[in-house]
């Protein structure tokens, strides 16, 4: 497993961080969006290599870019430079541009977004030329019922006492040191107290029907932020029309924060099994 390091490129002035694991000759280049109040720390969880997704995918071949989404990491202190969906896009994407430079991509780039990562990877997959593919984990359309009470009550300057125990229980599903806060303690962006609550409403919806390459729709079996049930699911399937395959993964013995779980690994390599059946089906070798 490659270390991954960190990098900050400038992008129309705007500092853009996150980590970088690079292998010469990529399958691919898989690009993971961490979620709220996280940074890309999220996909290389420190002091457990064993649930890094950075570290799994180079071993599997592929680069592996984990972004600071806009308003993280060496951005935050810019908030007006990505109000608008169409800025973020462009900061993630020339991040990207700049990060891997002249670097071969392999196949393409395959986009995994977590929570309200997802926002913007869907945003990304609709927009970008050489996706090969997308996994979402974390979303939804309809908040649980508890959920959704910790959401009328949450501002951009409170966010209710109730909320960690959604987003982080059962808590043996996660390494001790990882609950008390070692990967989870930066704030939160000002734009995305109004994209959560437009997400499941009206952007997803909007959006899911124009993304044109293959999906994985991954749900924790302890999923509390969101319903997970068949009906929902199912809505959700049928809004990718113009996917040409869209796949369901139940990801069993991990919550919300699949990647953290102590089962992170498993679902780590689902995702890449995802990756390399996208690569497949861009070499013309195997349906996607």
């Known amino acids: 497993m490659s270390a991954p390091r960190p990098r900050v490129v400038l992008v129309d002035g705007v500092p853009m961080s996150g980590l970088v694991a690079s292998v010469d000759e990529p399958r691919a280049v ?8 996280s940074t890309a720390a999220y996909f ?29 990491g060496s951005s935050a202190p810019y908030p007006e430079a990505m109000d608008r969906p169409e800025q973020r896009v462009a900061l993630a994407y020339g991040a990207l541009d700049k990060v891997l430079g002249d670097q071969p991509r392999g196949a393409g780039v395959f986009l995994m ?12 997959a609709v927009g970008g030329s050489d996706v090969i593919g997308l ?23 409170h966010r209710p006492a109730g909320l960690r125990e959604v987003l982080w229980q059962p808590a043996d599903l996660y390494p001790p040191d990882v609950l008390s806060g070692m990967t989870n303690s930066s704030g939160g962006a000002r734009y995305e ?5 437009s997400w499941p409403r009206h952007d997803f919806p909007a959006l899911a029907p124009q993304v044109g390459v293959p999906v994985q729709f991954s749900v924790a079996e302890f999923e509390r932020v969101w319903r997970s049930d068949r009906e929902m699911l199912a809505q959700i ?3 990718f029309t113009s996917s040409p395959r869209f796949v ?12 953290l779980s102590v089962n992170g690994a498993a679902y780590h390599a689902k995702v890449l099994a995802f990756v390399e059946e996208c690569v497949l089906a861009q070499q013309g070798l195997e349906t996607c």
């Open 44 to 72: 290389d969880c420190p002091g457990h290599p064993q649930l890094s997704l950075l570290r799994a995918g180079t071993s599997a071949g592929y680069t592996m870019v984990a972004l600071d989404r806009p308003g993280y």
């Open 237 to 239: 399937g049928a809004m």
């Open 248 to 259: 369901i993964n139940e990801q069993a013995g991990t919550g919300h924060n699949l990647s």
């Open 30 to 37: 898989v690009v993971a969006l961490h979620g709220g109040a």
């Open 193 to 197: 107290v109004e994209v959560t609550s």
């Open 113 to 124: 977004g977590h929570s309200a990562g997802c926002e913007l990877a869907v945003r990304m």
């Open 135 to 157: 996994e979402l984990a974390g979303t939804g359309l309809h908040y649980s019922d508890v959920m959704a009470d910790i959401m009328r009550a949450t501002t951009a300057d």
